[in-house]
């Protein structure tokens, strides 16, 4: 996974092609930008439940690209990453997913910490 850090012209700049294009983050790692061939730009966070190379790979949809900007979608990354190495699994972030989707419209001043919260 070839990684640097993303900025708003790299992800602007990116025209859909016939497979999704991801592009990844310096930081947090596993912080990305997915781009459909629809043109749909995506913020995403990849992490192994469990930790270790073992595990499986998942997703997580932060957010699209537009409704929410490229250092919200980051902040929202690295509170999902350290979620993750605090032992949270994929069956948490499922909730956590259902949560943040209702919470969207009120970033930034909504935290991963209040979802976690209720």
Do not use: N
């Not at 497979?19 to 061939?37: A, E, H, M, N, Q």
């Not at 499986?56 to 409704?67: D, E, F, L, P, V």
């Not at 190495?85 to 909504?110: I, Q």
């Amino acid at each position: 996974m070839k990684s640097k850090k993303l900025t708003k012209q790299q992800i602007d700049s990116v025209q859909p092609s016939a497979k999704d294009v991801y592009l990844w983050d310096t930081s947090p790692p596993g912080f990305g930008v997915r781009i459909r061939s629809s043109g749909a730009k995506t913020f995403i966070f990849s992490y192994r439940p469990g930790g270790g190379r073992s595990a499986s790979k998942k997703r997580h949809t932060i957010g699209r690209y537009g409704k929410i900007t490229l250092e919200q979608a980051r902040t929202l990354a690295q509170q999902l990453a350290g979620h993750v190495a605090a032992g949270g699994t994929h069956l948490r972030e499922l909730k956590l997913e259902a949560e943040m989707s209702k919470l969207r419209g009120r970033l930034p001043s909504v935290g991963l910490h209040e979802v976690c919260a209720s």
